[in-house]
């Protein structure tokens, strides 16, 4: 079928994530992923600089990816995992991220991504408290600019207000408070950054009532909010707040787990332990819908000691052939070393974006963390004063990177960039001079 032919089916029959009308009109139809390249239906190629959507982390094509898939599907396709039902590939996965993953997380719920797994999370807090007595303990404190899914829990966790007002009332119980934003957060005189943003979550505790607080919920470095890395003290803070007031301290690590940030787990940035994770996405480097929760003893102890069953489930948990894929790309991140690749890369990405970019008038910052990097614009540097919505900087600088083969993403006038980690230092570079080359398209020096 003619490009032409499959945009106007897609436009009769589907509804897209975000669905807008207009911008499927102008939609690509992406036919054929090859390493770091997406072709669409028209023959053109790009260079894919959000890894499909954060996760495509071994790069497109992988045939070792797609055999195991197939293997699994030939030996076992599904097999449910209810009620004590389990499979060995999910046993496997299990005691293998048991041994990769936080010192403190030994046992794993398996779900089919992010949002489900953040789903998860916050059930399984709510339900740990209850089963220790704390019946009250179930409101859940989050950040302004976090993202953690769309299902009606996670979508009233996340802190990005445009997901809310088609979907209103949102679930009770969900607290936010502001984002460790270094570009933007001014904090008190006398006091760190990191440290002031993280006793906003010490002020938010003590106004809702510890006693009614389940858990602490954040990315390690916000994605979807604009690759926002926290000052270096903030969740050393986070941890001594969560331990204070009884609160347990969830890492969503759907974007920044297995490596993307330089570190397979990334709060090993700052030396602390979560009490949940959440991942997904690069697990299965996006081959296979497939996540999970990863729990502390302590919350492990507390459900198989309960002496009613945890009514918490999904159909395709722990599915054999996703565990099996979850399987085969820890062995491509170990074997090819992509953790340290993201690290090295991620630091050639960033001194790129600054040598070609720091100078300009309308460049706010460049920022990141291993392979997921920013760039924020704005109309006046020394003020920090955004664009009008209505001048569409972001959206006219994306268009210009597309036209030069540049497939990325944004937040309104940020620029976000999240490479497989596959990437070459070469591709880097054509990243850097296509990002460049479109920023001074639409904004002059």
Request: charged share 20%; hydrophobic share 45%; with cysteine.
């Amino acid at each position: 079928m003619s490009n032409s032919h499959l945009l106007a089916s897609d436009r009769a029959h589907l509804i897209h994530p975000q669905h807008e009308r207009a911008a499927c009109d102008a939609a690509h139809v992406w036919v054929k992923g090859d390493g770091v390249f997406v072709t669409d239906a028209e023959g053109r190629r790009y260079l894919d600089g959000m890894a499909g959507l954060w996760n495509v982390t071994a790069g497109h094509g992988r045939r070792e990816l797609a055999d195991v898939a197939r293997d699994q599907m030939l030996e076992l396709g599904f097999a449910s995992a209810y009620a004590g039902s389990s499979n060995p590939r999910a046993i496997e996965l299990a005691e293998r991220l048991a041994a990769l993953t936080y010192p403190s997380i030994n046992r794993f719920f398996f779900t089919s991504g992010g949002a489900e797994s953040n789903e998860t999370a916050i059930k399984i807090a709510r339900s740990y408290w209850k089963r220790r007595g704390k019946v009250a303990k179930t409101k859940v404190i989050s950040l302004t600019l976090g993202y953690h899914g769309v299902t009606l829990a996670a979508m009233s966790a996340s802190g990005l207000e445009a997901y809310w007002p088609a979907f209103e009332p949102r679930v009770p119980g969900f607290v936010h408070v502001r984002s460790p934003y270094p570009y933007r957060y001014t904090a008190p005189a006398g006091v760190s950054p990191g440290v002031a943003a993280a006793n906003e979550l010490e002020d938010g505790i003590l106004k809702e009532g510890a006693d009614t607080v389940a858990m602490f919920l954040a990315e390690p470095v916000q994605g979807v909010g604009g690759v926002i890395v926290p000052p270096p003290d903030y969740f050393t803070r986070i941890r001594q707040i969560c331990d204070q007031y009884d609160v347990l301290f969830a890492a969503d690590e759907v974007i920044t787990g297995f490596g993307r940030t330089g570190k397979l787990c990334a709060l090993d940035h700052w030396g602390v332990q979560p009490d949940l994770v959440q991942f997904a996405k690069a697990i299965t480097s996006g081959y296979f819908p497939f996540g999970g929760v990863g729990v502390s003893d302590r919350i492990a102890a507390a459900l198989d000691e309960s002496p009613t069953p945890w009514m918490h489930a999904f159909t395709y948990s722990a599915h054999p052939v996703g565990c099996a894929v979850a399987l085969r790309m820890l062995d491509i991140i170990e074997q090819e070393a992509l953790v340290e690749r993201a690290a090295t890369l991620g630091d050639h990405l960033l001194d790129g974006l600054q040598a070609r970019l720091s100078g300009h008038r309308h460049v706010g910052e460049i920022r990141g963390r291993g392979l997921m990097c920013a760039v924020e614009l704005v109309r006046d540097r020394d003020t920090k004063a955004e664009f009008s919505a209505a001048d569409q900087v972001g959206a006219r600088i994306n268009a210009e990177a597309m036209k030069r083969g540049l497939f990325i993403r944004r937040r309104g006038d940020i620029l976000l960039i999240a490479p497989p980690l596959v990437i070459t230092s070469g591709e880097i570079n054509q990243i850097v001079e296509i990002i460049a080359e479109a920023v001074g398209a639409v904004l002059e020096e």
